[in-house]
């Protein structure tokens, strides 16, 4: 049976707004309702989304509970501590899928040491492929009206390292994470160090020593993975693209682990995943090869001498690091195949 789902966008002249309408745009059911924002209230979408040519000419309207009343489904594309405040006024019905950071922390003291304020509380976390004690998140996800979508580098690091966890084949509590990561990243907001002129040239670390807000939402997902204590330093790097995280993650190989068993626990954690792919050994994955779509490309290596596993996963942050995540998730709340609208192909070269 063919049905309308009318959705609401609230943010959508920023980056991961402008995503949501573009990939949400692929599912059948899809009607996009209210298209809102702050400071482009009142300017056509157009302006700020020359690429969405079939809603160019929508207004984009103030976000308010007014403005995204009446809708099945409302997409948060807001800065964090932005998202809480106008979804605790939604209706209960309504499916609210938060790509913020408002909801994701079950931790109120981690939220206030790395984001501070008021913790909006903690939503089903929207990370179907996430493994759990017995299943998956996607357990979880039938039925919810409230998601909360993870954060991009969160997803590049879970996803690469979690096999490894659940399987018991590394140590949790000595992993490096360092991360290539482009320029959409970081919004769309106006800031010297994003300027084209002081990145172009540059790869540029930032929130360097432990201090990057990602950090306590994967420590809580790889301790959904099964670990029992994590310890992560964790660094990522401004370089000169648009969009795209290359996660390069090490841990120290478990006693008595082969590669051989290494390389058994991320293919058979992956075997079924539609959007997970560990590629063939010896091929390694680029952002280049996940740029529009919503695959996590993943692959991992035993370095003996140093006595670690090294996983490298790629993804696109504006894809399956949130607007595809979004729709995936959506498709499990309403029961919907998981895959519906997904892209699986990238845009290359
Ligand atoms: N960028 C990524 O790769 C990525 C990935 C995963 C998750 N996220 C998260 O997604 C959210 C949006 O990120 P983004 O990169 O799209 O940021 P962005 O490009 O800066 O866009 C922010 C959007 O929020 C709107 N906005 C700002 N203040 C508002 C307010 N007080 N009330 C209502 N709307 C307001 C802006 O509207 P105006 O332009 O009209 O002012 C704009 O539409 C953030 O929480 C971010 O952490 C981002």
Same mark, same amino acid.
Do not use: L, N, Q
């Given at each position: 049976m063919h049905m309308t789902l009318k959705v609401a966008v609230s943010g959508a002249s920023g980056y991961v707004g402008g995503e949501v309408l573009r990939v949400f745009s692929e599912h059948p059911d899809v009607e996009f309702g209210a298209l809102t924002a702050h400071s482009s209230a009142g300017d056509r979408l157009g302006v700020h989304q020359p690429h969405l040519r079939t809603l160019a000419d929508r207004e984009i309207v103030e976000t308010s509970v007014n403005t995204l009343a009446g809708h099945d489904v409302v997409v948060l594309a807001l800065p964090h501590g932005t998202s809480g405040e106008i979804a605790a006024q939604l209706p209960p019905e309504t499916l609210v899928l938060d790509c913020g950071a408002d909801h994701r922390l079950a931790s109120s003291e981690a939220w206030a040491e790395y984001y501070g304020g008021h913790h909006s509380g903690t939503w089903p976390?929207?990370?179907?492929?996430l493994i759990t004690a017995?299943? *998956?998140q996607r357990d979880n996800l039938l039925g919810a009206k409230r998601v909360a979508v993870p954060g991009c580098n969160v997803t590049a690091v879970t996803l690469g390292l979690q096999p490894g966890v659940a399987a018991g084949v590394v140590d949790p509590t000595d992993i490096t994470a360092v991360l290539a990561v482009g320029y959409s990243g970081a919004g769309k907001k106006l800031a010297t160090n994003l300027l084209a002129s002081e990145g172009l040239g540059a790869a540029s670390p930032y929130?360097?020593?432990?201090? *990057?807000? *990602?950090i306590p939402e994967i420590v809580q997902n790889l301790e959904v993975a099964g670990a029992a204590d994590v310890k992560i330093s964790f660094t990522p790097t401004l370089v000169p693209m648009a969009r795209g995280i290359l996660a390069t993650i090490t841990a120290p190989l478990a006693a008595g682990v082969s590669a051989d068993e290494v390389r058994a626990a991320w293919e058979s954690a992956y075997a079924d995943e539609p959007f997970v792919h560990v590629l063939p050994e010896g091929q390694w994955p680029t952002t280049a090869a996940t740029l529009g779509a919503n695959t996590c490309l993943v692959q991992v290596a035993v370095d003996k001498k140093a006595g670690r596993v090294v996983v490298v996963s790629a993804i696109d942050n504006l894809v399956k690091g949130t607007a595809g995540a979004a729709l995936q998730s959506m498709n499990i709340v309403l029961g919907y195949p998981e895959t519906t609208g997904l892209q699986l192909q990238g845009v290359a070269p």
């Open positions: 976390y929207g990370m179907p492929e017995d299943g *998956h929130a360097v020593g432990g201090t *990057h807000r *990602h």
